[in-house]
């Protein structure tokens, strides 16, 4: 079993910044894209940031100049430092992983819980 825990969510003020981490644990034997989404209620869920093994990232419009993704592969975590908050940056937020749980089986999408982040205004 391979599960994906976030923590780093809470309650902020407009401005203010928040550090999302979401560690991946169970049989794993690599773990390749990983990335944030986030789905606000009555809206449709959407790709926040994603970061490639090779640390090539994106960022949706929205977001960039304001949140920096990362990874740790020694502790098959991911980041995401959010900065400048805004209300509109409200949501749940959920990471995901691609991961290879052992060597030459396939790879398979994997989803967290979700965190929530509520912003202020």
């Known amino acids: 079993q391979v599960q994906l825990v976030e923590s780093g969510g809470g309650l902020v003020q407009s401005g203010g910044s928040l550090r999302l981490s979401c560690a991946a644990s169970?049989?794993?034997?690599?773990?390749?894209?990983m990335g944030w989404y986030r789905q606000a209620p009555g809206k449709q869920r959407e790709l926040v940031a994603s970061?490639?093994?090779?640390?090539?990232?994106s960022y949706t419009d929205f977001v960039k100049g304001r949140f920096t993704i990362s990874r740790d592969d020694a502790k098959n975590t991911v980041y995401l430092q959010m900065n400048s908050l805004k209300p509109e940056d409200t949501a749940v937020y959920y990471c995901?992983?691609?991961?290879?749980?052992?060597?030459?089986?396939?790879?398979?999408?994997?989803w967290g819980q979700g965190t929530q982040v509520t912003v202020s205004s």
């Open positions: 995901k992983a691609d991961i290879q749980r052992y060597i030459g089986s396939i790879t398979v999408g994997y």
């Open positions: 169970g049989s794993i034997f690599r773990v390749y894209g």
């Open positions: 970061i490639s093994r090779a640390l090539s990232t």
